[in-house]
């Protein structure tokens, strides 16, 4: 194609959403990456998505302010504290206090305003079915739902100009199978942040769900993590 | 029933949310009013908002930030001007400059949220799509697919706990019945706020798509229209 299409990419500065974005650019879509800044304790990951953003080549990054604090509900935004060293059956037993409630729905609705504006068609993301930390909106049948959402709420999908995809590329993948594909994307991999309750320095736990899994992915793909854990 | 049931009411400060809020609590439900600060220029809304949560009896009301002015391409968050003076054929041949992309899915997405937080199961919105201006996100064809997104994309929902419900109680009236209505359920029609391009202080232009409807609609229903409207 002469002009390349355009994406949008929600970024959240992790391995799975960072190898999501490569993977788009390696699709040869011009890619919008799109970050949110909703209160997270972890805020540290909007500078990690910014830098991956820049690495990966990212035509533009953009953070969008979301007041979610307002309405509470959630580890991830301050209310109680973040579940540590859980086995993996506790992880796919229920879903955890770090569910931050309808947040993909959120996320999503916010891509789908903005792939609406810059004329976009495909919005990615980078959702995991597999060792996914027992979320409800990191499923196919969600992804679909809100893909026939995008087609019908919008004016570019309701005078049929664009007929809108939501791409979840790692959707079926293990996270040692989306290591390797970090690896063979070029994904510099000591840029992403995955943990949920980093240090003041911005160092990871090692024992949050989202660093467990992550060092089982690593660890199960043969791959040399190059972030610093405690001891 | 001992316990009222909770209930998210999307309110704007506008004939049609407060309407639909003074509805849902008419019918019972326990009312948690959620309005929306994302850049708009008639930002004045939000204090009627507040005024008729107040007024109603709405049993909290909050305002949550969005930064949607971060991605541009609405008349509404400040790009381009507002158009004036449009006959009621010019208004539903096309979606006008003062569609802001996905604008209702970004709010059911919060209220989506809120609701699970809170357990409630119900959600109401005052979309239209009689006399609806022209956006696509106010028709009954993407309500019902956004219930679909609501109940399995949260945890309430693929627990099997909760069966949620988008209410548009008002979808298909037309203005001078949503008048009506809000007459016989008690709405303060002098705190409704409607204009999308009010004056400084406060007051409505009386030429803009959301004026004009408003007010063939209280001249079609033979009620007064307690606003003041420039000569």
Redesign the interface.
Known sequence: MNERHKAVCLLSGGLDSSTCLAYALRQGFECYALSFDYGQRHRIELEAAARLAAQLGAARH???????G????SALTGEGSVPKSRSPEEMTAG?PTT????????F???A???A??LGAADIFIGVNAIDYSGY??C?P??IE??E???N????A???GRVRFRIHAPLIRMSKAEIVKLAVELGVDLKLTHSCYDPAADGRPCGACDSCLLRRKGFAEAGVADPLEYPQ
């Open positions: 953009r953070v969008v302010r979301i007041g979610l307002e309405l509470g509900g879903i569910y931050v409630p309808a947040r993909n729905t959120i999503l609705a916010l789908l305003g903005w609406e504006i409800p909106d499923r049948e969600f739902a809100f026939q959402v995008a019908l709420g919008t004016k999908g309701v005078e």
